[in-house]
């Protein structure tokens, strides 16, 4: 009789409508329960069977029942999907198709159906496709998705390429070419052509975008960096403009680039290769004997034919005396002696007066199909610190020249420390008996001096805690200071063939040579190419997981060890980031604390103690072997080796160039 009583289901109603609502975004645990994250300070508890019509991200509107005395929040409505359109891999049940998301949290699959476009394909277990939400359970009973494209298949070599590009929506190929490139500009052009320019690259370079000539005189070096113009090819707000707009960048990954532009340009007509007459756009300044950059800057257009291309290892090598090898004449080798003096005192210079952060190296994969072979560490040498001091110099004086002649242009900006942070900032410094005035912390002059001091502190730790504090690198279309760099200002120019920013930088300075107005700049554009840098950077991480993974596998559960630098400390482990080749992995605190010898973690401070004895701190070198791999989420987790023994054939493998 109650059950189909009016008044019962009524009074129900009405306190269902009394109860709270809120609105949040659903965040889904390893197991099958979730929770409604309301905000940072607030979360509510999502039970399982509710879970099952939601994914992890979406944005919903919920009821704040209690069950049990606690809060729970029962889902209403659907404010926002997490999925619209996304990578997966083909499940088959019971030969039905199916689409599990390429997500870590999302591990149910969906039933799917083939776009019309694709009636033709066959799909297969563990294939990965794009596709797109069509039905969502919470608002339509069930969820159904759309299978739009097929990104690669279960057994291609390439497939993490393809993937990571599809989940990035990033481009897979270069820009399709004009055959007839033809010079747009008019403008005039010295002839430089016989001063000996080189270029130093990697040897598997092509878009070289740079080259240098250097002479020295009574009070120090005159440097000329001349830089490729492909806007003499590229008219501005053309189709191919656009595209290169919105690429923004050449996206780099391990073993294939995707060009900016038409390789017919980046690789041939503006690559600067030895013994071809090219356009550039040319600085021309000195340094002083002491390192300083003077205000003599000289930009112009010329035209330019390097005379010899090097490779990093083979200039580091012959500077470092550990090659027969010799330049081919004499001027060439006078060449690469005065660049590598001016080099070192313009390193010195800035150590004493911006900042120069400790050297760390790079880590290059070498492939064979699609596998990698070995990885190894390359660090910075005596030729990229040649190149790369060359090129700051180039693009301090893109700033100034800006600053002074524009007062805008795209700058490359940093604010020092997060404003919000700065007086626990100061408390931790008066802890460490910071010499630098509190009130210096805001200004360049005082950050300078605090990166300084702390090179001189004895171990990473305090350096290693106070990135927490720091402020975001960003862009600017205004002259700002770069902190991280220790400069007023600060704007790139030197790679117009793999950054659109370089690219509208050459085209102000264009703009101020042949005295015309250039067109005005705005926030959007600094906006859409930090985004894409930011794409990008993801792109080059996950990448690089995925490799890593395919890589250690053989180490899981050997006695190899690893040397491993401490980088994050939080209650559920230490993240580490592995020496010898760049991985990074975690150690759960269920393989560091125990009953017996329990071990605390704080983040705040960095630290891991057991007792009031430091344990682990950040910046601390450890000993780690692989414990285990997640192949699905590209994750590697790491154990504190109890032996410091090295195998030797491993060893060979990860080598150190």
């Given amino acids: 009789m109650l059950q189909n009583n009016p008044l019962l289901a009524q009074l129900k109603q009405q306190l269902r409508e009394s109860l ?24 509510v508890f999502i039970a399982p069977p509710h879970m099952k019509k939601l994914v992890h991200g979406d944005k919903i509107s919920a009821l704040i029942t209690t069950v049990e005395g606690k809060p729970q929040a029962e889902p209403q409505q659907l404010i926002e999907a997490a999925l619209t359109q996304f990578v997966g891999r083909v499940k088959r049940q019971k030969n039905k198709l199916q689409v599990v998301p390429d997500h870590p949290q999302m591990r149910e699959a969906f039933k799917a159906e083939l776009a019309d476009t694709l009636t033709n394909i066959v799909l297969e277990e563990g294939d990965w496709v794009l596709a797109s939400l069509n039905q969502h359970a919470l608002r339509d009973t069930q969820f159904l998705v759309t299978v739009t494209a097929l990104i690669a298949k279960a057994d291609d070599p390439e497939a993490p390429w393809w993937v990571v590009l599809a989940r990035h929506k990033l481009p897979k190929t270069a820009p399709e070419a004009n055959e007839n490139w033809t010079l747009d500009d008019t403008h005039p ?27 020295q005189t009574e009070t120090g070096w005159q440097l000329t960096v001349a830089v490729a113009d492909p806007d003499a090819y590229i008219p501005a707000d053309s189709p191919l403009d656009q595209l290169a707009k919105t690429r923004a960048f050449t996206t780099y990954l391990p073993g294939r680039n995707i060009p900016m532009l038409p390789r017919q340009l980046a690789d041939e007509l503006c690559s600067l290769h030895p013994e071809q007459q090219r356009p550039a ?41 550990k090659t027969a090898w010799q330049p081919d004449s004499a001027i060439m080798s006078a060449q690469l002696t005065q660049l590598a003096a001016m080099a070192k005192a313009r390193q010195a210079w800035r150590q004493q007066h911006a900042v120069v952060f400790q050297d760390k190296p790079d880590y290059r994969f070498e492939l064979d199909n699609g596998n990698v072979v070995a990885i190894h560490a390359e660090h910075r040498r005596i030729a990229n610190q040649m190149v790369e001091e060359a090129m700051i110099a180039a693009n301090i004086a893109c700033g100034q020249f800006l600053a002074t002649h524009l007062g805008c242009g795209l700058f490359n900006t940093h604010s020092g420390f997060d404003t919000t942070k700065l007086n626990a900032l100061k408390e931790l410094l008066n802890k460490a008996a910071c010499p630098i005035e509190p009130e210096q912390l805001s200004t360049l002059t005082g950050y300078c001096q605090l990166r300084r001091w702390l090179q001189q502190q004895p171990t990473a730790y305090l350096e290693n805690r106070i990135r927490r504090f ?15 760099m220790g400069l007023p200002q600060y ?18 300075i264009k703009a101020v040579l042949a005295q015309q107005s250039p067109e005005p700049l705005n926030d959007a554009l600094t906006q859409h190419l930090a985004e894409q840098r930011k794409t990008q950077r993801k792109a080059e991480r996950d990448i690089a997981d995925w490799l890593y993974g395919q890589f250690l596998a053989k180490f899981v559960g050997t006695v190899h060890s690893f040397t491993g630098e401490i980088i994050d400390i939080n209650r559920a482990g230490i993240r580490v980031k592995i020496m010898e080749n760049g ?10 604390s125990s009953e017996a010898q329990p071990v605390t973690a704080n983040w705040e401070e960095g630290r891991c103690y057991q007792a009031d004895n430091i344990l682990y701190e950040l910046g601390q070198t450890l000993i780690v072997c692989i414990q285990s791999i997640d192949a699905d989420n590209q994750s590697i987790t790491l154990a504190i080796s109890s032996s410091d023994i090295t195998d030797s054939a491993a060893e060979s493998e990860v080598s150190s160039a």
């Fill in 583 to 592: 991985a990074v992995g975690f150690i759960p605190m269920s393989l560091i």
């Fill in 281 to 321: 756009l040319c600085a021309q300044f000195t340094i002083g004997l002491d390192g300083s950059l003077q205000q003599d800057v000289i930009f112009q257009l010329a035209w330019i034919s390097s005379k010899a291309r090097f490779s990093y290892q083979l200039i580091s090598d012959y500077l470092e005396q």
């Fill in 470 to 484: 720091q402020s975001y690198a960003a862009m600017s279309v205004t002259p700002e200071a770069h902190f991280g």
């Fill in 189 to 215: 052009r010295h002839d430089l052509t016989a001063l000996p320019f080189f270029t130093i690259d990697s040897d598997s370079t092509q878009d070289m975008d740079d080259a240098i000539s250097i002479s």
């Fill in 20 to 43: 709270p609502t809120k609105e949040g975004v659903v965040r889904a645990t390893a197991k099958s329960f979730g929770f409604l994250e309301i905000s940072d300070k607030e979360s």
């Fill in 491 to 508: 704007a790139t120019w030197t790679s117009p063939i793999r950054k659109y920013g370089d690219l509208v930088n050459q085209r102000l």
